[in-house]
């Protein structure tokens, strides 16, 4: 496989209040917050629209699960089927199956520490 990981996708973390941590950011440093935190756009190197989200989730969230982490990191991927498989040969353990919508793929593993990584093969026109 040529790249497995293309860039940051996003970050999501636990929080007590998502909503008044989202207004916090919001007042305090000029993000543009909606319902899921915030949706960063930028331009990759051959000039394609692209997107990177930051959210919080409530503290008790099953999302991050079987890891008990305060976060998760979500990358963005090419060709996540077949880079699901070839993880899979190498011995990283794939949590789940891989789950298709409008907007991309996503698949999720365990790094050595049990952080659990989201793996995402994004259609970024999905979002214009």
Known sequence: MKNRVTGLG???FKTKDP???????KLHLGIPTDQ???TFWWKDKEGNDCSTQWS????DTNYFAPCEKEFMMNFRVENLEELLKVLKEEGVTVVGEME???YGKFGWILDPEGNKLELWEPVDKAFL
């Open 56 to 59: 919080p989730f409530n503290d």
């Open 19 to 25: 909503d008044a941590i989202k207004k916090w950011y």
């Open 100 to 102: 298709t919508y409008d």
């Open 10 to 12: 996003g970050f999501f």
């Open 36 to 38: 899921y935190g915030w």
